[in-house]
C-alpha cells in the first residue's frame, strides 16, 4: 500500500508522447512499452514528483468524475504496475 504523502515520479530515462489523448511509454532503447488509456494518460503526467498520491487521487476526482474510492484504488493499481516495471518510483 502507498503512503499517501509519497510523490510518484516517472523514470526520467523512459521517454513518451502523448497521441490522442493516450500516453505511449518507451524504453531507453526505443521500443514501446506500455499504451495508456485517458485515466492512465492523466495520472502519469502528473506524476513528475511535484504531486503526492493524495494530490494526484483529488484531481482524478475532479477531472474524471470518480468517488474518491475508486480514484485510490485505479490510482494504487496504476502505480504498483509501472512501479514493477521500474517506470514510477516514490519519493519521499
Given at each position: 500500500?502507498?503512503?499517501?504523502?509519497?510523490?510518484?515520479?516517472?523514470?526520467?530515462?523512459?521517454?513518451?508522447?502523448?497521441?490522442?489523448?493516450?500516453?505511449?511509454?518507451?524504453?531507453?532503447?526505443?521500443?514501446?512499452?506500455?499504451?495508456?488509456?485517458?485515466?492512465?494518460?492523466?495520472?502519469?503526467?502528473?506524476?513528475?514528483?511535484?504531486?503526492?498520491?493524495?494530490?494526484?487521487t483529488e484531481k482524478?476526482?475532479?477531472?474524471?468524475?470518480?468517488?474518491?474510492?475508486?480514484?485510490?484504488?485505479?490510482?494504487?493499481?496504476?502505480?504498483?504496475?509501472?512501479?514493477?516495471?521500474?517506470?514510477?518510483?516514490?519519493?519521499?
Open positions: 500500500m502507498i503512503v499517501k504523502s509519497k510523490f510518484p515520479c516517472r523514470d526520467e530515462q523512459c521517454m513518451w508522447r502523448v497521441v490522442e489523448n493516450e500516453a505511449i511509454i518507451f524504453s531507453e532503447e526505443g521500443q514501446w512499452l506500455h499504451q495508456l488509456n485517458d485515466m492512465g494518460t492523466e495520472i502519469w503526467s502528473m506524476c513528475d514528483g511535484t504531486l503526492n498520491f493524495a494530490e494526484i482524478i476526482c475532479d477531472k474524471f468524475d470518480v468517488e474518491r474510492e475508486v480514484a485510490e484504488k485505479d490510482l494504487q493499481s496504476f502505480i504498483d504496475e509501472l512501479s514493477k516495471k521500474a517506470l514510477i518510483t516514490l519519493k519521499e
